[in-house]
């Protein structure tokens, strides 16, 4: 795409019509957007056009339409966190990964779970958005609405956010190539946070080879994000061509056991084709899934609920016409049931000394002196991403076992790793993915063994038929 | 029976930073409202904040002038509490690791001994009219420096001059611009008797205010104990137009704050550089200076005090006293005609004033001329040229008798008083025939012909 737009075979206005009718189309069927900002596509397409015939030396994907999880600020387009708590919230800036790929013409603001909780995208405030695979099915979430955008063909690639597996998840479910870099090493300015020691954006695209493309964009050190990491960026696209003899590849037998059959098969079978391609497997154990589970969810509510304590219902939102001020303030308590359920269990856990916030984080540092270890044995965790396939909406879990869809994914974001999910096999017509997991900064590593997997393998390819309803 | 009070301040002190403490949007007293604000210190959903270094700095400073141990590494963390002026719904602050511990500050009526200082963000200004209330966020974000003192204090007065004190001392520092009618100082005060519960009240932005609301609280507190009445715990406010303190919060309705380390900022790291840096740059503290004013210049404690008011005056008077002025005389002029004048800039340059009062000292010139000259002084003239156009003190004889006699033969009914045994009236003439030599005549020297001239003709 990027190469027809280098050599003039295409313009971008062209590919932004032609994105923007197709994100019309499913508009219907998956609810994938919040808003479709079409004009402002245009505009920017419009732009590049020009700039490209005027000769100007334009960034690689300067011309490139994408779609934006819709809890990244965007300058005058509202940015609502799927909740009615910011309705009508248009932010005066942008955040650092939209002034980034500002050459890039806005699809749209994508749907996820109000404030990013969730793993189903069906606590959105504007109702659920839906798998295109199956619309009967969630595309995951939180990034739920990005994620179905990129399988559908509505974006050729689109930003989501990871808190706790809200790229990886939705990724798999959709059948989509979702990577979450290491914590810092993208700049958190202007991104709604839910848990800010834990957040960190995310890319979705079709193939590991445009998510290397995208990520050299958005990567690099931001003066006004002080967790944002000093190093240099290396040149991901160098890490494409690359094999994966020699690397030292951890699988954990007791995790495969866990996953329904066709995920544990697919991922046996991703284990023989690594070890076939010069990889060698060795086996682990990860015997603190369930610990990580547990400090995540003590860690990321008190954050979340720090986060959202701005949030009172009169500067940002819906706010009722009351008689009283406690009317108001009451009239204007719109936050969903998860959220609220978060929220309580944020700030009932705080105790004098930092309660068990200060547990969750004492159990978070054991998990990454764990993996420290680890790495010090293997190059990479191959692991599941989920131990199913996407869910049924009106199936959906509860929420305790809800959690468990990220069960795989929290211990990158507890310990800031970089992690790789990638399209490895089908069931019942269903995408299934694998997740890879590298020490941290060495996202080059995720890149080599992805593109890699995506030379040998088809899956990736598959697209669902467009359903119209 | 009395009891001693145990008494405890929380004083915030707005850092003198040109930036706010984690944004760029500048501090200037007195722009238009919602001005000097950016999505940082606004609150904005995804800004996140930056430290600033000056701000960093000046803490630093401040926490080494009041002789605190500065922490090699102290964490931020979130107060939260729900108030208007506070956007995010925390303040940022430092809770369990503060910048320093300890510090001291020497008062006459003894040492007050500090807890821990910290640094945190002040909060938006709310005015509130007749049916609204509207919000400033320009003071949102500021740089704060709070100083906790041990509850060591042991009465109103001595709150009153502690805070004194700890204002000139952050001054001369270069920490704090010390105008408080700009908020630039605001203090919390706890305050128990004997066993009471513990009182804290709030807003008070003024010294008088603080001695005023604890001298007020004292006196409540021990009458409440003398008819037998328990002191709740409970939090009050001043009111300054009622000169009373009012209820704000019982202990049950305590504030429920909550705290959460700051993840969006790591740990704050005072390097052995930026210790190095800020000890360079601090001056003498004036107590220090106060007590070496008296020891090596022989000045009285209120004379030293006076001086070292301000570390301009107290640089300038060292520089009078360098420059050949005998130490008691300039400490005399400064804080008597020096201080009615212009300061700083204003002033005359330290030597050609030291010229002017060797004049003086020397009795060449009278203090009325001492005072004539200086004001030409200061319209730019030098020394030299004030003296010359003043012209010298008169010590001719003859012209002093003719004075002299003239000034009594206007005034019989002076001269009568004086042989009538009111030795007063002597200080009447001198003061007539001064003036009518336009300051210029030597006082002794016409005092003693005045007094020979009136007892002659007694007989």
């Known amino acids: 795409m990027a190469r027809g737009l280098a050599a003039g075979e295409i313009s971008s206005r062209e590919l932004t019509e032609d994105f923007l009718r197709r994100s019309e189309r499913w508009q219907r069927t998956l609810n994938a957007y919040i808003e479709i900002t079409g004009d402002r596509a245009l505009a920017t397409a419009k732009r590049i ?37 910011l309705a009508g919230y248009i932010p005066p800036y942008d955040a650092a990964v939209v002034e980034k790929l500002g050459d890039c013409p806005l699809l749209g603001k994508a749907n996820l779970d109000e404030f990013a909780m969730g793993s189903s995208n069906s606590t959105s405030a504007y109702g659920p958005a839906c798998n295109p695979w199956d619309p009967a099915r969630s595309p995951g979430g939180s990034s739920g609405g990005s994620a179905a955008l990129v399988a559908a063909g509505c974006a050729p690639f689109s930003l989501g956010t990871d808190t706790g597996g809200s790229v990886r998840q939705p990724a798999a479910f959709c059948g989509v190539t979702g990577f979450k870099p290491s914590y810092g090493r993208v700049s958190r300015w202007g991104l709604l946070p839910l848990a800010p020691s834990l957040d960190q954006v995310g890319v979705l695209t079709p193939s590991v080879e445009d998510c290397a493309l995208v990520l050299q964009e958005i990567a690099g050190h931001d003066s006004r994000d002080a967790t944002s990491a000093g190093m240099s960026v290396p040149d991901y696209r160098a890490a494409l061509g690359t094999e994966v003899s020699g690397l030292k590849i951890g699988l954990c037998p007791e995790v495969l056991a866990d996953c329904s059959r066709g995920v544990g098969s697919a991922l046996a079978e991703a284990a023989r084709e690594l070890e076939k391609g010069g990889g060698q497997i060795i086996s682990v154990s990860l015997p603190f899934l369930e610990e990580a589970m547990g400090a995540y969810l003590l860690i990321a509510s008190a954050e979340a609920a720090s986060s959202l304590a701005r949030y009172d219902g009169v500067a940002y939102g819906y706010r009722p016409l009351s008689p009283t001020l406690a009317e108001m303030y009451l009239g204007s308590r719109v936050f969903g049931p998860e959220v609220l359920r978060r929220l309580l269990l944020g700030v009932c856990s705080q105790g004098k000394g930092g309660g068990n916030y200060e547990l969750g984080q004492r159990v978070r540092r054991a998990i990454v002196s764990r993996l420290d270890a680890l790495f010090g044995q293997v190059d990479l965790l191959l692991l599941p991403v989920v131990s199913h396939p996407a869910f049924r909406l009106d199936e959906e879990p509860d929420p305790l076992a809800m959690h468990y869809n990220d069960l795989y994914s929290i211990p990158a974001n507890l310990a800031g790793l970089p992690a790789l999910a990638l399209p490895c096999g089908f069931s019942e017509g269903l995408p299934l993915s694998l997740q890879l997991m590298a020490p941290r900064f060495r996202e080059d590593l995720l890149l080599a063994a992805g593109s890699w997997w995506q030379r040998r393998t088809d899956w990736h390819h598959r697209r669902p038929r467009e359903v119209c309803s | 029976m009395t009891e001693m009070p145990v008494i405890g301040l929380e004083v915030h002190v707005q850092l003198k930073a040109r930036a706010k403490l984690f944004c760029s949007c500048p501090t200037d007293f007195g722009a238009p409202p919602n001005s000097r604000v950016c999505p940082v210190c606004l609150g904005l959903p995804g800004a996140l904040p930056i430290i600033n270094n000056q701000a960093v700095l000046l803490a630093v400073r401040g926490a080494l002038a009041l002789g605190a141990e500065v922490s090699t590494s102290s964490t931020f963390d979130r107060k939260h509490y729900f108030y208007p002026d506070l956007p995010k719904g925390y303040q940022v602050s430092q809770n369990l690791r503060p910048l320093a511990h300890g510090g001291r500050v020497p008062t006459p009526m003894g040492q007050v001994d500090l807890l821990r200082i910290h640094i945190e963000e002040d909060a938006g200004k709310l005015s509130h009219t007749e049916d609204s209330t509207l919000i400033d966020y320009n003071r949102s974000g500021q740089a704060l420096l709070e100083i906790v003192t041990a509850p060591c204090l042991s009465g109103a007065k001595q709150a009153r001059v502690f805070l004194e004190i700890l204002r000139r001392a952050l001054v001369y520092a270069g920490v704090c611009d010390g105008r408080l009618e700009e908020g630039s100082m605001r203090c919390d005060a706890n305050l128990s008797l004997g066993g009471g519960g513990r009182v804290e009240i709030k807003n008070l932005n003024s010294f008088r205010g603080v001695e005023k609301a604890l001298a007020y609280e004292l006196e409540r507190q021990s009458r409440a104990r003398a008819e037998g009445r328990t002191v709740l715990g409970e939090t009050r406010r001043w009111d300054e137009a009622g000169a009373a303190t009012r209820v704000m919060r019982t202990k049950g309705q305590a504030q429920d704050y909550w705290f959460l ?46 001086l070292t008011k301000t570390r301009t005056m107290a640089d300038y008077f060292e520089a009078v006293v360098a420059a050949g002025c005998k130490a008691r005389q300039a400490a005399n002029f400064l804080l008597g005609e020096g201080s009615k004048g212009p300061r700083g800039a204003g002033l005359p340059s330290p030597g050609q004033l030291a010229l002017l009062l060797c004049e003086l000292e020397q009795g060449r010139l009278s203090p009325t001329g001492a005072k004539a000259v200086f004001a030409r002084m200061l319209t730019g003239e030098t020394a030299r040229e004030a003296l010359r156009a003043v012209g010298s003190q008169l010590t001719d004889r003859e012209y002093l008798e003719k004075l002299a006699a003239e000034v009594v033969a206007a005034n019989p009914k002076a001269k009568a008083d004086y042989l009538g045994g009111r030795k007063r009236a002597l200080g009447f003439f001198i003061g007539a025939a001064m003036a009518a030599s336009g300051g210029r005549a030597h006082p002794a020297l016409l005092r003693k012909i005045l007094v020979s001239l009136l007892t002659k003709n007694k007989v």
């Open chain 2, 261 to 306: 380390p700051e993840p969006d900022l790591p740990p704050l790291v005072i390097g052995a550089d930026l210790r190095r840096q800020a000890r360079g740059d601090l001056p003498e503290m004036p107590w220090t200076k106060e007590k070496r004013f008296t020891d090596d210049y022989g000045l009285s404690p209120a004379a030293s005090s006076g």
């Open chain 1, 49 to 85: 056009d020009a700039l490209r015939c005027r000769g100007e030396k334009l960034g690689p994907l300067a011309g490139i339409p994408m779609a934006l999880k819709d809890n990244i600020s965007t300058r005058g387009v509202a940015t609502t966190c799927a909740s009615r708590v």
